[in-house]
C-alpha cells in the first residue's frame, strides 16, 4: 500500500447529492497537480465491474461547480456487494493500472470501499457525500446545506398558504435514520414542532403541542417529519392526528427528492472542494482506508470502518432551541 500513486479513479455511489460534481473537480484537478492520472468510474461501483472508465482531464471537469447530481452517475450495486463481482471490479482496476480509489458516497458506499481495499490491499479514500448529514468524521456532509436550503424554501411557501387557511401543515423532509434535516428545517422555518428518529413521539403529546399552538392563536401550524421517525411517515401521522381530533384542517406535503436536486449551496461547493484536494493529498501520503472530513473548520482523517459504526448524535442544543422558538 505504500507504492507511489500514479493513477487514481474516482466515482460516485449511493444516492447522489449536491456538491458531488464539485468533489470529483477537485479529485481531478489536485491529481493534475501533483501529476497523477486520474480516471472517472461512471455509474459507481458497477462502473467498475463493467470496466465504464473514462480519463479525465481540466477540461473534463469544466464549468460543473454549479450543477447538481454528479456528471459520473451513480448506482447502488448489487453485484458489488459479492467477492465475484469486487473481484472483477479489481481486475478491471488492474488492467488499467490504478493504483487508488476515491469514492464519493455514504455509509453504504463506505461499506463496499472498506471491505474492497482490505479484500485486495488497495488504497481507498472516502469523501462523505450524503444529505442526511449522518457521518461521524465530519461536521458536515457535502449537499446537506444545500438540501436544508432547498427545504427551507419550500417550507416558506408552504407557510404561506397555511397562514392564508389557518391549516395544520405537516411537512415530510428526509432523513431515515438522522434527524439534521428536520432539526434545521423546524428552526429555520418556524416550525411548530419537530419529529425525528432521535427523539421518540407519542401522538397525544403531538397532538397536546397543536392544541397548545391554537391556543396561543396561531394562524398556522407547521409540523416538521423526519421520514424515519418513531410514529411513521407524515401521512400516516396525520392520519392518526385526525383520528383524535376533528377541528384542525390537515394538509401533508412529502418534500421527497426535490431536496437531492439543485445547484449547491456556496457552503457545499467550499466543503466539496476542500475534501476533495485533501482525499488525494492523503492518497500521496500513503493512507488509506479512511475518510476526509471538517471537524471546527480542521481537516480530520476518520478511519471508514469509525465514520460507518460511530453513531453521529443529533446536537441537544439545536432541538432544544427549536422546542423552545416553537410556543
Not at 466515482?11 to 479529485?27: E, F, H, K, W, Y
Not at 470502518?305 to 442544543?317: G, S, T, V
Request: proline content about 2%; some cysteine; hydrophobic content about 40%.
Amino acid at each position: 500500500m505504500n507504492k507511489e500513486i500514479k493513477k487514481i479513479a474516482v466515482l460516485t455511489s449511493g444516492g447522489d447529492a449536491p456538491g458531488m460534481n464539485a468533489a470529483i473537480r477537485a479529485v481531478v484537478r489536485t491529481g493534475i497537480y501533483y501529476d497523477i492520472e486520474v480516471v472517472g468510474v461512471y455509474l459507481g461501483y458497477d462502473g467498475l465491474i463493467d470496466n465504464e472508465m473514462k480519463p479525465l482531464n481540466v477540461r473534463s471537469v469544466a464549468n460543473i461547480l454549479s450543477r447538481g447530481g454528479t456528471f459520473l452517475k451513480s448506482a447502488r450495486s448489487e453485484r458489488f456487494r459479492t467477492q465475484e463481482g469486487r473481484s472483477q471490479a479489481f481486475e478491471n482496476m488492474k488492467n488499467a493500472n490504478i493504483d487508488a480509489l476515491v469514492v464519493i458516497g455514504g455509509d453504504g458506499s463506505f461499506t463496499g470501499a472498506d471491505i474492497f481495499s482490505q479484500e485486495h490491499d488497495l488504497p481507498v479514500i472516502g469523501i462523505p457525500g450524503t444529505i442526511d448529514n449522518d457521518l461521524a468524521g465530519s461536521d458536515y456532509t457535502i449537499g446537506f446545506d444545500t438540501a436544508c436550503n432547498t427545504a427551507i424554501e419550500a417550507i416558506d411557501k408552504i407557510r404561506d398558504t397555511a397562514s392564508s387557511h389557518e391549516r395544520v401543515f405537516f411537512i415530510e423532509v428526509m432523513g431515515r435514520d438522522a434527524g439534521f434535516i428536520a432539526i434545521n428545517a423546524a428552526i429555520s422555518g418556524g416550525a411548530g414542532a419537530v419529529i425525528v428518529p432521535e427523539h421518540n413521539w407519542t401522538i397525544q403529546s403531538l397532538i397536546e403541542k397543536l392544541q397548545s399552538g391554537a391556543a396561543n392563536k396561531k394562524a398556522s401550524n407547521l409540523v416538521i417529519v423526519s421520514e424515519g421517525n418513531n410514529l411513521g411517515n407524515a401521512y400516516k401521522i396525520a392520519k392518526m392526528v385526525r383520528k383524535e381530533i376533528d377541528y384542525f384542517d390537515i394538509r401533508v406535503t412529502v418534500l421527497g427528492h426535490l431536496q437531492r436536486g439543485g445547484s449547491p449551496s456556496n457552503l457545499d461547493r467550499v466543503l466539496a472542494s476542500r475534501l476533495g484536494v485533501a482525499a488525494v493529498e492523503a492518497l500521496r501520503e500513503g493512507k488509506s482506508k479512511v475518510m476526509v472530513g471538517i471537524i471546527n473548520k480542521e481537516l480530520i482523517l476518520t478511519p471508514i470502518n469509525e465514520a460507518i459504526k460511530l453513531e453521529k448524535p443529533l446536537i441537544d442544543e439545536e432541538f432544544r432551541i427549536a422546542k423552545i422558538l416553537s410556543i
